[in-house]
């Protein structure tokens, strides 16, 4: 605006400058040809029709001096043009000057008549031309400020609104600190651009008090499965102490005692692997391992503890030689994950028999677990892979409910996936996927 303001002026009093110059000039022009016309050469007649040309501008002034500088002619006769030798020569030698002496605008050009020159000197004052540029300049200042004012209030009051889905993001974010965690932020109307991102944290806020509340529960459900057994520990060996005992009796109790240690153990091993597993996260394991040796060391050392389990490995047809069952991995992880799952599908079914069929798909090696067990709850099925989590089928069976979490985990680091379809009373179905290493 200012730019604008500043060029429509300076164009406007150059404009002025020149349209005065050029009557001033025709003006002189006609007045000198009157007066130093060869035939009727009237001064004074020149000097009325002057004065009463209504086209005459402000204060006009004209002198006309020949080229011995005699004045021939002047209609200036309080002597407001002052005529030196110096501003003489100036016209004579650049034929064409103008210039300002005090409010006349005056103009100073040689004239030719009949091959003699003369010097024609014209002023006069714009007084009109000046006002109008000065109401321009006020009109311009007085446009600008308004449209600054203008401009400055709807920025504010724009900016203002634009910015308040924003600020109420901010003022509710710094309210939630880990006690309230299930603060939420403003979505706004969630479809522009700071709605988007109140959205997005509105769900890392959600995985965070879940992860925050899971590692809660972590806590809480593994100091009372290790007090479980300990309680146990503890209280045979005080029954055992109240009065002296038979050789016989101090075995038995011993050995249900190692029951118990076994099963800390156990549970400890695993609380251990899931620490592992979590510290290491999707990890490439660059170890290249065969999963159907995994699958026959796992069938090979769950039998050798549980004879009555029948463990069934099928190679599928799509497999057409060894090396589409390479994986990269961790060898001993993925039997622990493999193990898991046979021993579930065995505890929970009355035949202890689990199918495993094993197929290559895709570029990922599939593994299918299938019992025809006690299956699982449908309210169950998508939380038994959470920390400690047992089934409502479990109440009879032995367990500490982290196998399936840890297992989720080892399949997690290999990149591979886990899903488990099941039906009460029909059996169980767990569905491992792995990407193969396929060599060219
Ligand atoms: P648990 O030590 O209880 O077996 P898991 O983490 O291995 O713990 O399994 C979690 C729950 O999932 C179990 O308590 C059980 O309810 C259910 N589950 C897992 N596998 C099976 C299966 N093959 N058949 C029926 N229920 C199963």
């Given at each position: 605006?200012?730019?604008a ?14 349209d ?6 025709n ?11 060869p035939?009727?050469p ?16 402000q ?34 030698s ?5 210039y300002?002496?005090?409010s ?12 003699s ?5 014209a ?6 031309g ?12 007085t446009?600008c ?20 889905p ?10 939630i600190?880990?006690t309230?965690?299930?603060l ?45 057994p ?11 102490m109240?009065?002296e005992?038979?050789?016989?009796e ?17 549970l ?17 394991y ?6 159907d ?7 090979e ?26 994986v ?53 099925l ?23 979490s ?11 996936t ?9 059996g169980?179905?767990v569905?491992?996927s ?7």
């Open positions: 605006m200012i730019i303001s500043v060029a429509i002026y300076y164009s406007s009093a150059s404009f002025r400058k020149e005065f110059y050029n009557r001033l000039r003006q002189a022009r006609s007045t000198a040809k009157l007066i130093l016309n035939y009727a009237d001064p004074e007649l020149a000097r009325l029709i002057e004065q009463n040309n209504p086209a005459s501008l204060n006009n002034r004209l002198i006309i001096l020949n080229s011995l500088n005699d004045t021939l002619y002047s209609s200036d006769e309080k002597g407001d043009i002052k005529v030196t030798n110096e501003i003489l020569e100036k016209i004579r650049e034929e064409n000057i103008k300002m002496q005090g006349f605008e005056v103009l100073g050009a040689l004239f030719s008549v009949q091959f020159s003369f010097v024609v000197i002023a006069a004052t714009d007084t009109e000046h006002l109008r540029l000065s109401e321009l300049r006020i009109i311009l200042i446009v400020l308004v449209t600054l004012l203008a401009f400055f209030a709807a920025g504010w009051l724009f900016a203002g609104r634009a910015l308040k924003i600020s109420d993001v901010v003022n509710k974010v710094e309210d600190s880990i309230s965690l299930n939420r932020v403003p979505e706004g109307n969630g479809t522009d651009e700071i709605g988007r991102l109140a959205k997005t944290f509105n769900k890392m806020l959600e995985r965070l008090e879940t992860s925050f509340a899971m590692q809660k529960n972590f806590i809480a459900n593994a100091s009372h499965e290790l007090r479980t300990l309680t146990s520990i503890n209280g045979q060996i005080e029954v055992l109240m009065r005992r038979s050789a016989d101090y075995k038995s109790a011993l050995a249900s005692v190692l029951e118990d240690i076994k099963t800390l153990i156990n400890s091993n695993r609380l251990l692997m899931i620490a592992r597993t979590s510290a290491e996260g999707p990890s490439s660059s170890k290249r391992i065969r999963i040796e995994i699958l026959w060391q796992a069938k050392e769950i039998k050798r503890f549980n004879e009555g389990y029948h463990i069934n490995i099928v190679l599928d047809n799509s497999l057409t030689d060894s090396d589409q069952m390479i990269s991995g961790d060898e001993s992880l993925l039997k622990v994950a493999v193990t898991n799952i046979i021993e579930n599908g065995c505890k929970y079914s009355h035949d202890k028999r689990v199918d495993i069929k094993f197929g290559c798909n895709n570029k990922m090696i599939e593994i299918v677990f299938e019992d025809k067990g006690i299956g699982i709850d449908e309210k169950d998508h939380k038994v892979f959470e920390p400690f989590y047992r089934g409502s089928n479990a109440i009879s069976s032995q367990g500490s409910g982290i196998g399936l840890l297992v989720n985990q080892i399949i997690k680091n290999h990149n591979g886990i899903r488990i379809f099941s039906q009460i009373g029909k169980t179905k569905i491992i792995l990407p193969a290493i396929l060599q060219n």
